[in-house]
């Protein structure tokens, strides 16, 4: 960096740049200092760490399959998709009470785990899908060409809607996701155990992960996609039907927030009305973690948040001597979340995010 | 959305299924079950009746608009041919119910939902009842659409507010018990709702004042436009004093219930005001505004409490201030992080701000300072010269204080240089700038004062439920307040009180309304958006920013035109 410009920033530093760096500056104070305090004191062995971390993996898989879907529309339509976690929710809770509900009830989920998990996999997607579409042609597709914040409130309004619309359906007690005999126990890998659960889902994820890049940058609605989100206005002078590519775009996510939800209901074993929207809101950090509108971003940033939520409470905050520091999870991600909304709204990887679409 | 010349079947169809999939919907999430226990009109109409059926005449009526110019039939049988395919979806379900028990999935399509679909009756017959209705209601939303303006608006007028009174009719009739003795009410109520000839006097009178307001209502607004200044204030000083007498005199008129339900309103009504402030003036669209709310009660509790937790066991008089302060503290903090943050980031980042104090005022690590999930408890009410005001009658009097108190500030605010600083930063932050505005001490001036009237509320609550915990002070607030705000027009003063009243006294004095009510704002917030921007009782700034768009261009959206005008 050159002379002149750093001595133009001190320049022109004020009261209010003074505040945001003490602000950081103690938030780093505190981190590094509970995270000394936890090593001296080191209350965890290395395989309870080498857990976390494949908790936090595994968490973080579903993160990232999340928040593909808020990077995607992000990319396109530069709004933050808030229903996005309902997407989520409504396909496993329809997939649970329909389909593994009876399934598990007759037996067949012991004789055919694969397939009654193919089935409902699709069934998720499905109806997490047509969820998507509705809320983007009621409330997103009229309201494009208005101010920011009404399509925000409109999805702020689509999300309580179809909360309490599915609790309308199915109730609001929490439904149990049937055990599945063939993924229980775990593997033991280098001396510590891995459950199978986690396994399956970090798999699953790369599965997912490397189609969804092949039909992004290989094949040609792919390429609508990205087209679309690059510019509209040329996009549809080159022929693209905007409004359709959009709604797949929507598609796309709604069926990523699917897979997720399975995997979710696997691991957790429990499903309900209100289960999309921590998940949705943690999803939504990862994808500005990673810098909204990037897909490998969205990836790296889910990895990233479900690592650091589950390592941290153990890490830091008990270091700095906070009683029950499990309870302060969500604490660590949200302030993971306004963190980077303040001080890199870019995110990590963050790329393509100019003034303009910023 | 234009008019065909050609008779065109698939229009009627996708409307009609539309309205079906709607009525389909509102039955099996069990709005139709539930609100069937509330009559409208005394063994005519229910409630959960209206809500089937409001999808279809809606429906009727919107495509009504879409049928060939000059052939008024064509849209009669638009409208009668939606009716009819909307039944389609909601029999497929009662002939379902027949083959297999839909209820161990759908929990609420229960034997009492099917009698209700067939009206009682069995299958052929009560099928084929339901058609017919679909479809006469379907036929009377086209008819509607194709009346003259004219006829059509007072006529809405008196259906609306004739289900209105239906609705509220158990609480009218009661409060009407007290006042004139039950043989008046009888004439009017009949059991618990409207009889059925009082509901169509009532429907006449109604349509007949707003049709004779809509020939001669210019007249007597351009008389007053002409009379001289010391005329207009001297009336407008005599509505006043009117307007306050009503308010003081109100509990009396409305009995401890209704005046309780009246308090929370008018608590709601003031975390409105604020953030009408930072939403409605300033545009910052601030999703955690219910963590003021909380920092008002806790301080409230802490300072006050003769409980174990309390540490000052002040009274509520020398508390208030300090909450408010405490408040407003709080707004500046939490206000500088995000002053260069716009729109959508600024309302997740509020969001995650609320969500942490909630977590925190939920854990082990404060547990001892503010109690964990045991709250804190043993707040005294507030006390006026000795006597404690227990009584939710007297308690709306410090309510109402708060809330004078905060329309004044917000009115004396909205007309003065900052108000107009907050408009220009609303409208376009990088230009304001450019004109010289302050935007850092703007925008801190609107999340401090946002702040202090939900410190305020917040306090007055804390003291209202004599204990507070954390869990009620989630999301869920926030997303209450921003739907009163934006239903009754954000920036607009009488919207936000109008608002609280629809949005907060409605679920409360409506047990069934309270268990829909967050999905009923999910739809509100996206009706509003789609079809009202500008809220229901819009402020006369916006009002004329649309009327100006109105004249340079044509509306964009056709489904403003098409929504059924409700003023």
Redesign the interface.
């Known amino acids: 960096m050159q002379i002149p410009a750093v001595r133009e920033r001190l320049q022109n530093i004020d009261?209010?740049d003074l505040?945001?760096w003490i602000?950081r500056a103690v938030i780093i104070l505190l981190v590094v200092w509970g995270t000394i305090a936890a090593i001296i004191d080191n209350p965890y062995s290395t395989s309870q760490w080498i857990n976390f971390i494949v908790f936090g993996i595994a968490q973080g898989s579903m993160y990232a399959l999340i928040a593909i879907g808020y990077t995607l529309v992000y990319g396109v339509l530069f709004?933050?998709n808030f229903a996005h976690g309902e997407f989520f929710m409504s396909g496993i809770l329809t997939a649970t009470?329909?389909l593994a509900g009876p399934m598990a009830a007759s037996g067949f989920m012991e004789r055919q785990p694969v397939i009654s998990l193919l089935i409902i996999l699709i069934v998720s997607m499905l109806v997490s899908i047509a969820v998507a579409l509705v809320t983007e042609r009621?409330?997103y597709r009229?309201?494009r060409?208005?101010p920011?914040?009404?399509?925000?409130?409109?999805a702020?309004?689509?999300?309580?809607?179809?909360?309490?619309?599915f609790?309308?359906?199915?109730?609001s007690q929490s439904i149990p996701f049937p055990q599945i005999q063939a993924l229980q126990g775990s593997f033991s890998l280098l001396g510590t155990q891995i459950l199978k659960t986690q396994v399956l889902v970090v798999v699953v994820t790369i599965i997912v992960l490397i189609g969804l890049n092949f039909f992004i940058m290989r094949t040609k609605t792919g390429k609508a996609i990205r087209a679309v989100a690059e510019d509209k206005d040329v996009a549809a002078l080159m022929g693209i039907d905007v409004d359709r590519t959009i709604a797949i775009t929507f598609a796309t996510g709604a069926s990523m927030a699917g897979v997720a939800a399975v995997l979710y209901a696997v691991v957790f074993r429990q499903v309900q009305f209100f289960m999309g929207f921590i998940p949705g809101?943690k999803a939504?950090t990862a994808a500005v973690l990673g810098g909204i509108g990037s897909v490998p971003g969205a990836a790296v940033g889910g990895l990233f948040l479900g690592m650091f939520e589950s390592v941290g409470p153990a890490l830091f905050l008990q270091g700095l001597g906070?009683?029950?520091a499990h309870?302060?999870k969500?604490?660590i991600a949200?302030?993971m979340?306004?963190l980077v909304?303040?001080f890199r709204?870019q995110g990590i990887v963050g790329e393509r995010l100019g003034e303009k679409k910023? | 959305m234009f008019d065909d010349d050609r008779f065109n079947l698939r229009r009627p169809i996708n409307h009609g299924l539309i309205a079906g999939v709607i009525a389909l919907s509102v039955s099996a999430i069990g709005m139709v079950d539930l609100f069937a226990q509330r009559q409208l009109i005394t063994g005519v109409l229910t409630l959960g009746q209206l809500i089937l059926f409001l999808a279809m005449a809606i429906l009727g009526f919107m495509v009504a608009s879409k049928s060939p110019r000059g052939k008024a039939w064509t849209g009669l049988i638009y409208g009668l041919i939606t009716g009819l395919v909307a039944a389609v979806p909601p029999a497929l379900l009662v002939l379902l119910a027949q083959v297999f028990n839909v209820r161990q999935f759908l929990v609420n399509v229960s034997p009492g939902l099917i009698r209700l679909l067939t009206f009682d009756r069995d299958i052929p017959q009560g099928l084929v009842l339901l058609f017919a209705i679909s479809g006469v209601v379907g036929l009377a939303g086209a008819g509607l659409q194709l009346l003259p303006a004219s006829f059509r608006r007072p006529i809405l007028n008196g259906l609306a507010w004739t289900l209105v009174i239906g609705l509220l009719s158990e609480i009218l009739s009661q409060r009407l018990r007290t006042f004139f003795g039950s043989e008046i009410t009888g004439l009017i109520f009949q059991g618990r709702a409207l009889g059925l000839s009082a509901a169509l006097i009532l429907f006449f009178l109604i349509t007949a004042i707003a049709g004779v307001w809509q020939r001669r209502g210019d007249s007597v607004k351009s008389r007053y436009a002409q009379m001289n200044p010391g005329q207009r204030r001297r009336i407008g000083f005599g509505a006043m004093v009117l307007g306050i007498l009503v308010l003081v005199i109100l509990p009396n008129l409305l009995g401890t219930y209704l005046s309780e339900v009246m308090n929370n309103v008018l608590i709601f009504a003031l975390m409105g005001l604020g953030l009408n402030i930072v939403v409605g003036f300033a545009g910052l669209l601030d999703l955690g505004y219910v963590a003021f709310f909380a920092i008002g009660a806790y301080m409230m509790g802490l300072l006050t409490s003769q409980g174990g937790l309390g540490v000052a066991g002040i009274s509520f008089w020398a508390a208030l201030p300090l909450c408010v302060a405490v408040s407003v503290l709080a707004g500046i903090m939490l206000g500088i992080p995000v002053l260069r943050m716009r729109g959508d980031y600024l309302a997740i980042v509020t969001l995650g701000f609320g969500e942490i104090i909630r977590i925190l005022a939920l854990s082990d690590l404060l547990k001892p300072v503010i109690g964990g999930a045991q709250g804190v408890l043993q707040i005294p009410k507030p006390q006026v010269f000795g006597i404690s005001l227990i009584k939710p009658e007297l308690l709306y009097y410090v309510v109402l204080a708060g809330i004078l108190l905060a329309v004044f500030i917000s009115y004396r605010l909205s007309e003065a240089r900052i108000g107009r600083q907050w408009m220009a930063v609303r409208e376009d932050e990088d230009v304001a700038e450019a004109m010289g505005i302050p935007l850092v001490n703007t925008k801190l001036l609107a999340f401090a004062i946002g702040a202090a009237f939900a410190g305020m509320a917040g306090a007055i609550f804390a003291s209202k439920l004599t204990s507070i915990f954390p869990h009620s002070f989630n999301l869920l607030i926030s997303i209450n307040v921003l739907s009163l705000i934006i239903v009754g027009g954000m920036g607009s003063l009488p919207g936000v009180i109008v608002g609280a009243l629809v949005l907060v006294g409605l679920p409360e004095l409506l047990r069934e309304f309270a268990e829909y009510r967050y999905l009923m704002y999910g739809v509100l917030l996206i009706v509003m958006m789609l079809a009202r921007p500008e809220g229901f009782w819009p402020s006369a700034a916006r009002r004329r920013e649309l009327h100006i768009h109105e004249e340079e261009a044509p509306p964009e959206h056709p489904e403003t035109a098409a929504a059924p005008a409700s003023d």
């Not at chain 1, 920011?148 to 409109?154: A, E, G």
């Not at chain 1, 609790?167 to 109730?171: A, D, I, K, N």
């Open positions: 009261f209010i505040i945001l602000f709004m933050i009470v329909f009621v409330a009229p309201l060409k208005a920011r914040l009404v399509p925000l409130i409109t702020i309004g689509a999300s309580f809607f179809w909360q309490y619309f609790r309308g359906l199915y109730g809101i939504f906070i009683p029950a309870q302060l969500d604490v949200f302030t979340l306004v909304l303040i709204p910023a």
